[in-house]
């Protein structure tokens, strides 16, 4: 596994991100936010950079945004 603390700490952060919206998709029945948060959680594991990491996750934030801006 990676060893870098930079990585580490994006990581942490990215997940606790996810953690938080997931819970609050399955709590409030939500779909979209649901589905975000899992993605956030779960992709982390296999990005190896902390910078493409942290540029994924925003990538998966401004498609969330988009989505609710639709009408989801």
Do not use: C, E
Not at 36 to 42: H, S, V
Request: hydrophobic fraction near 60%.
């Amino acid at each position: 596994m990676f060893t870098d603390p930079t990585w580490f700490t994006v990581s942490l952060i990215v997940s606790a991100i996810g953690f938080v919206l997931a819970n609050y998709g399955r709590k409030m029945r939500r779909w979209p936010q649901g589905i975000a948060g899992a993605a956030l959680m779960i992709y982390s594991y296999f990005v190896p950079s902390p910078l493409l990491m942290a540029g994924i996750g925003v990538g998966i934030l401004l498609v969330l945004l988009i989505v609710l801006r639709l009408g989801w």
